[in-house]
């Protein structure tokens, strides 16, 4: 089990929660910034789009492979240790794809990088939902959320700065990464440990708890879709590119707007009920925009309100988890959860592209709302179920 809560006092849990906080945002601010780089990078050496996708889909299948070793991982060598590695692997891998001479190296070197991000996603999650106060979880999971897409908006600007070319980029990114690591190393004798060897696979928390699981593969599917296709759309709907672009920001807004206050609705109520609601908020808004006029205020509204609510169902998910478990079963389940987030990265653009392809452009948000309808229905078959067995 990680340390009572008791034994750690209210001051030192603060700021162990802060520090892995403050870790994973640095981290998100390097990821950010090496995206778009990297596509940038093989697009000037001359490989094609096909090929690009297939290596950034490499990471999802690293995340796939490393999830199911995480608890392992944490118990061996103990959370700071492996935080610390992976921060290192990642940037190391990061300036090995500026080094690599052939397309064929990238493969194991996205694997790295892919494999690192699973590491320091899953384990500083379980980090603060091991610590975080039960009746303050929410909260804490909306602040976790806000602060790393903070970080995610700042990567984009400093490849802005630099520009995609040249050594600069790539040693920046590297150098972001490894400052992640400092918070880390300051959190000496405060952070949560796992005395208990057992706990149960990855896969298990699917059934033990698909509310919270599932939520991390909507929202992986829906968020690359929306990144994906949504400037599509609007271009297709014969918007300037800056007004496609603008969609893009209102969704990203929208995102950041809405995790504190969903995370404190979530610390008051069932957060099954919320994780119900945000789903069919978020239905009920997919399924309406095909019927608002693109270049309307009307639909930038309902993009920043739709995206802000479907984002929650990750915070929410994630304190859900922290509730239900507890020692290598909680860092089991948040491997879990980063894992199916994953699974939702890899099918959320094929999907949205093969609905944009069906019906041009509309498909797009039909197939997001079929995901928030599919999900909004399994969570209320569980709620119906637990109230029968209550009953």
């Known amino acids: 089990m990680h340390a009572p809560h008791g034994s750690l006092g209210h001051m030192s849990r603060t700021a162990s929660i802060a520090a892995a906080i403050s870790a994973i945002t640095v981290v998100g601010v390097g990821i950010s910034l090496s995206i778009p780089l990297l596509a940038l990078e093989l697009e ?19 995340t796939i492979f490393t999830a199911p070793f995480v608890p392992l991982l944490v118990r061996k060598l103990g959370l700071r240790a492996l935080l610390v590695g992976a921060i290192v692997l990642a940037s190391a891998s990061l300036v090995g794809f500026k080094a690599a001479p052939s397309f064929l190296m990238w493969f194991p070197l996205r694997f790295a990088f892919g494999a690192a991000l699973c590491i320091l996603f899953a384990v500083s999650e379980f980090w603060i939902n091991a ?13 976790y959320a806000t602060a790393l897409s903070l970080g995610a908006a700042l990567g984009p600007t400093i490849l802005s700065v630099l520009g995609a070319s040249g050594w600069e980029p790539y040693l920046a990114g590297a150098v972001v990464l490894l400052l992640g690591a400092i918070p880390i190393l300051l959190a000496r004798g405060i952070t949560p440990r796992i005395h208990d060897d057992s706990h149960h696979g990855v896969l298990t928390f699917v059934r033990r708890s698909p509310s919270a699981v599932l939520a991390a593969l909507v929202f992986g599917a829906i968020e690359t879709a929306v990144m994906t296709f949504l400037p599509l759309y609007g271009l297709r709907l014969g918007l300037s590119e800056t007004s496609a672009a603008l969609l893009l920001t209102a969704a990203v807004l929208g995102n950041v707007a809405f995790q504190i206050p969903i995370g404190l609705i979530s610390d008051k109520v069932d957060r099954r009920l919320l994780l119900l609601c945000c789903s069919l908020a978020g239905a009920a808004g997919a399924f309406t925009l095909p019927f608002v006029p693109v270049s309307s205020p009307w639909f930038l509204a309902m993009i920043f309100l739709a995206t802000g609510v479907v984002g929650s169902l990750y915070t929410v998910g994630l304190a859900h988890l922290g509730e239900r478990f507890h020692g290598a079963d909680l860092a089991a389940a948040n491997a879990a959860f980063v894992m199916l987030y994953s699974v939702g990265l890899i099918a959320g653009p094929p999907l949205a592209g093969a609905g944009m392809d069906l019906y041009n452009p509309y498909g797009f948000a039909f197939v997001i709302f079929t995901m928030l309808a599919v999900y909004a229905a399994i969570v209320a078959g569980r709620l119906m179920t637990r109230g029968r067995r209550a009953a």
């Open 44 to 62: 000037s050496r001359g490989v094609t789009s096909k090929w690009i996708g297939i290596n950034t889909a490499v990471a999802g299948i690293a």
């Open 131 to 143: 610590l975080a106060p039960p009746n303050r979880r929410g909260l804490i999971m909306g602040i």
